[in-house]
């Protein structure tokens, strides 16, 4: 919603390209850096109830974003929707993984179409509701936060009411080791962060200077750009619901080399297309793109499987950090040239991908996609 109505705000506040980045930075830092101290904490101590915490500081954000009428209390307003973010996605990560029944990759896809799916209405609902009504129907969607509070008021019960039957298991699971040395663990760590960076910053292009984009080159309203960011949003939630139990299948890093790499060629050919084929490249970048997160956080918690929390909070949190650096990045780049500038040197990102081929094939050495320990699978 917050991406979805910066033509609104960049209209009202008369903002320029930099600040709108850091409307974007405002919320994807504050995220980026909290989630994983939150998700650290929580796999010593964990905390059923901070789901619908998250979802209270949420709600705060987008009741205050919809009266907002300064810059700095749309920063403001952003940073709290970045809080509510870094509260639920470590210990929301680790309950999808708990009620996975050991098809890991599907349950991450899922949990993650959640949240791309909320994204892609973003637009759509902002061209149909924010944008003939004003800013202030922002205040409408708290209703959807509300409802999530009393859904995840029910989680964290059966999270809670898990934990006995969990607890026999725990001392055993933080004693599991990773199935690699630490180098080699933590060289794996650090290339799958190198591939969200590429994923991320060029996603960044799109979330946030997409709709400004079509407008600036091809003169189309507002409202038919934010449809065009439907799509192309509706396309990644696809991609990401087939990322994860395709890698159950064939294996994570295979899902990951198709990702990252196979985009190249959209992405290259994407500032030189024309409207119609602007809008096929970007379902098919989309769809490429989105489909190795799941495969990527599953793969890494595979590698620390004692530190569920602190993998779910790094990651998310360092997809969204380099989300709003980007966003930032990106904003101030296209004030010192062009919109079109930063999509033909953005184009580029996925070539990242080819550190791929340095990922351990963890089946080769033993592990096989991780499963759940039966007193979990039995609890689900």
Known sequence: MISACYPIFKSLYHLDYT????????????????????????????????????????????????????????????AMVGVGSSIFHPESSRVARMASGGRLGLAQSFFQVGGNTGGALGPLLAAFIVLPRGQHSIAWFSIAAVVAIMVLTYVGAWYRSRRSVKSASSAKQHTTQSPLPPGKTMLAIVILLSLLFSKFFYQASLTSYYIFYLISKFHISVQSAQIYMFVFLGAAVVGTFAGGPIGDRIGR???????????????????????FWTGILSVLIGMIFSSAFAAIIVFAQELLPSRVGMISGLFFGFAFGMGGIGAAVLGRVADLTSIDFIYRVCSFLPLIGLLTVFLPDLRKVGIEPAKVPSTEQAAV
């Open 19 to 78: 600040q709108i980045g850091l409307i974007t930075l405002a919320y994807q830092m504050t995220a980026s850096i909290l989630q994983p101290v939150v998700g650290f904490y929580t796999d010593h101590r964990p905390q059923p109830f901070s789901l619908p915490i998250g979802m209270g500081f949420s709600l705060a954000g987008l009741v205050m974003l919809s009266t907002a009428h300064t810059f700095s209390m749309i920063l403001f307003s952003a």
């Open 253 to 275: 890093k295979y899902v990951i080399w198709f990702s990252i790499l196979g985009v190249l060629p959209f992405t290259l050919a994407l500032p030189y297309a024309n409207l």
